[in-house]
């Protein structure tokens, strides 16, 4: 009995001495350095210890002519390519960043690369950490979504020698694509004065974003021209960036109507981002307030079920793809040391009655 446990042992050891897999031990001992190089030479993390190319490529070519599992980090070092490209997003709640997220996953796997997309909730420690492990994991290139200030994040890619896009939200240290984002909020506001006529037009209100935010910034600007176009100023009381979050944008907007001389709502607000249009949803619930029956109002951005509510909203629909593509294009054809800003058109669309209200002031013009 003992006997046979032997020789099944022993036939056992026979067969793996004669198929056994190669280790990074045989690799650094052919090679003559250390296994611990050997190993951070396959997992990719070649460049950060200081290890020469020269000898990670040796590392590659022995592990290829043995057999030796590569994984994709390692290919890619020696390839000077991974297949990875990475995206990071602040969240996926709304539509705009959601769509844009799909948009970049389906251009990227044209390209045949394999897209990694994370979210980072727009806090800053984790959107460094995020970028610092795509980098890692050797990404290719880097799409930075509604950073706020990307810089730190652009110049992390800087040093890592990998390539980054400015999307939504522009910096000074990477190519950035972004909505027109002052034009399409002129055209929106124009559309809300249209509405409005000029007894009203001074009865305006701006909520939501973040008044550093240069999307925020370009948006009042956008407004501001409307109405200077009309001989017109709107006080600086109007505008209320009270941030992305509908529970806390609601409690603002509440706190902002208790203060107005009037006792009824404005006649038009700009809601600047769906996240807005959730807060006045949130404030009719839950305070009786009904802005969304009231007022008319130009949201800047689009939601399919928003879009379809039985209220006088009027939305801007940002080109997710063109940003997209836009971002490839810079990708493409931009070198090291240029910054460019590509501003991609976003679609107006008024509402069925704003578009019936258009048509009847081109129908009396016409007329006249």
Known sequence: ???????????????????????????????????????????????????????????????????????????????????????????????????????????????????????????????????????????????????????????????????????????????????????????????????????KALDFQFYGGHAEDNSTVERIDGVRQAYMARGLEVPDSAYLPCGYSPPEIAEAIFGHLEKRKEANPPSAVFANGITALEGMLILRNTRGVDLLSDTFIGCYDWDPFAANLRHDISFVRQDVEGLVSAGFELLDETKKGEYPTIRVPAELRLSAAALARKNDVSTTTGNQ
Request: some cysteine; hydrophobic content about 40%.
């Open 1 to 199: 009995m003992r006997r046979e446990r032997k020789l099944h042992k022993g036939k056992a050891k026979q067969l793996n001495d004669s198929e056994r897999k190669t280790t990074i031990y045989d690799i650094a001992e052919e090679a003559k350095i250390s296994a611990s190089t050997v190993s951070l030479v396959l997992n990719g993390r070649w460049k950060k210890y200081r290890i020469s190319k020269k000898t990670a490529e040796r590392v590659l070519a022995l592990a290829k002519a043995k057999g030796f599992t590569v994984n994709l980090g390692a290919r890619g070092l020696r390839l000077s390519r991974s297949g990875l490209c990475g995206m990071i997003v602040p969240h996926y709640r709304n539509r705009f960043f959601a769509s844009l997220a799909e948009a970049f996953e389906a251009q990227s796997r044209a390209r045949g690369l394999c897209p990694v997309i994370v979210s980072a909730h727009r806090e800053d420690e984790t959107e460094r950490e995020a970028a610092a492990t795509l980098i890692s994991h050797q990404v290719e290139f880097l799409f930075v979504a509604g950073v706020r200030d990307p810089t730190a994040i652009n110049q992390l890619c800087e040093d890592a020698n990998i390539r980054s896009i400015n999307v939504d939200l522009p910096g000074t240290h990477a190519p950035s694509a972004i909505s027109d984002n002052r034009e399409a909020a002129r055209q929106l506001t124009n559309s809300l004065l249209d509405t409005l006529g000029p007894e």
